[in-house]
């Protein structure tokens, strides 16, 4: 990469974002031996909203990244406590091709690891640097707009990886439209101290009520750190035809009393809030030269939330796309494709089943008997977690793809389309 004394700056490729997507896009290029140049408009370490939840298929992309020194000393959970509708149950993590444990990470620790990750490999980190504009020759993405504190850098780049998260303003000046009539979550969380932080298993309470009382679609966690912190926090679903009319903040502050004395919780603090694009519902996700990953491309989990996984597992899809498309790319149609073959299945069902929790009645009425039964919540549990992988050929898994191919018929919109 050669920084020109007008700012210009060239290099192979940009990544835009150094969250897990973005760096783990940068870490594989890098270490595939391209010339990456990985901005963000934060200064590092920074803290992200998240409930700082580590799935099994989190660990094993972490590992995959020969990432394992950041996972030392994090805790390690082995599933599930589910709370709900009068009943409690203990689910292990259950994928057959998957670690059985997971971890919690700080964002602002595992963020952190994962941008140093990518400059061990070799990536160039710019922070600081925000992208506001973007400059478009006959199709192409030839430079993108980084302003800075004291500098703006116009970065010209061969091929750029948009891993800006939610919100995504360098996807929508270059096309991302959000469908918000698919289901999609807000979330909020907090910290708080607990003699309980090693408790060796994630809480969740899937019968979430409001201070008034009232059921909402979604559920409340308790993570432990391990460092004598817990994340506390609930999210709920939406769509543009039924929005979450609730203040997150009160939310898991009502939340949060309700586990107060069991947890020993201590003052809560950090407080963030976030929507969440889920289950792929964006469309624009690629051009001529550049693709969207992570949140930018709605890749979340509509059933539980997370997405530190697919932020992961999309920077490496992406970085081995971009080696094995060639100079002559052309990525419109062959990512939003390889997103489509990956995750479309399983997105389509569960944004599906997720539309249902935002309807409280049938939520009060499934709820109770799903609690009643240890097997159903355990399949539940596999494909909430993300843990249905394309290895697996059980039933479970078998039935999940049959019902994703036959929900994929029945979408309007497909996944990224
Ligand atoms: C309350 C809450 C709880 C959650 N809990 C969990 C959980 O427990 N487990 C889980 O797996 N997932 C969870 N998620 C989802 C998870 O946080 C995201 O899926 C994950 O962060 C996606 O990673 P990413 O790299 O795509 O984007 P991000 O982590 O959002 O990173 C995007 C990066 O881009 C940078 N950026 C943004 N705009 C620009 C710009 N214009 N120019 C330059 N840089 C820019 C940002 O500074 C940021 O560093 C939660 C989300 C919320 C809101």
Not at 81 to 91: A, D, I, V, Y
Not at 200 to 223: A, Q
């Amino acid at each position: 990469m050669t920084a020109a004394p007008t700012d210009v700056v060239r290099t192979d490729v940009l990544v835009v974002g150094a969250g897990p997507g973005g760096s783990s896009a940068a870490t594989h290029l890098a270490r595939l031996g391209r010339d990456v140049l990985l901005a963000d408009g934060a200064v590092f370490p920074r803290d992200k909203a998240c409930g700082d939840g580590l799935t099994p298929r989190a660990v094993a992309e972490l590992e995959n990244l020969k990432l394992d020194h950041v996972l030392q000393g994090a805790p390690v959970n082995n599933g599930l406590r589910g709370h709900g509708f009068g009943r409690s149950l203990t689910l292990p993590w259950n994928g057959p091709h998957l670690p059985r444990h997971g971890s919690a990470i700080a964002r602002t620790v595992l963020d952190n690891a994962l941008r140093d990750a990518a400059l061990d490999a070799g990536a160039t980190g710019l922070d600081g640097h925000r992208a506001v504009d973007v400059e478009l020759t006959g199709g192409r993405l030839t430079g993108v707009v980084l302003r800075g504190p004291d500098r703006t850098v116009t970065v010209q780049a061969d091929h750029v990886v948009v891993a800006d998260g939610g919100k995504s303003h360098l996807g929508r000046l270059l096309g991302r439209t959000w469908h918000q009539e698919t289901v999609f979550g807000v979330a909020s969380r907090a910290y708080a101290t607990s003699p309980m932080a090693d408790d060796p298993w994630i809480t969740s309470h899937l019968e979430l009520r409001d201070e008034t009382g009232r059921m909402m679609g979604g559920y409340g966690w308790v993570f432990p750190l391990g460092n004598g912190m817990v994340n506390i926090g609930a999210g709920t679903l939406a769509t543009k035809k039924r929005p979450a009319s609730i203040n997150l903040r009160k939310l898991t502050e009502e939340y949060a009393r309700q586990r107060r004395d069991e947890w020993q919780l201590g003052e809560l603090t950090g407080y963030g809030s976030a929507p969440l694009p889920m289950g792929g519902a964006v469309s624009g996700v690629a051009g001529r030269n550049w693709m969207l990953i992570g949140d930018a491309a709605a890749c979340i989990n509509p059933l539980n939330g997370e997405g530190i996984d697919y932020a992961l597992e999309t920077g490496r899809l992406a970085a081995e796309h971009v080696v094995s498309a060639g100079p002559a790319a052309d990525y419109t149609a062959s990512w939003p494709a390889l997103l489509d073959a990956e995750y479309g299945e399983a997105f389509s069902i569960a944004r599906r089943l997720g539309l249902l929790i935002t309807h409280e009645r049938l939520l009060a009425l499934s709820g109770p008997i799903g609690m009643r039964s240890h097997a159903i919540m355990s399949v539940a549990f596999r494909v909430m977690g993300n843990l249905v992988t394309p290895e697996d050929t059980d039933v479970v898994a078998r039935l999940w793809r049959t019902a994703g191919r036959a929900s994929l018929r029945l979408d309007r919109r497909r996944p990224f389309h």
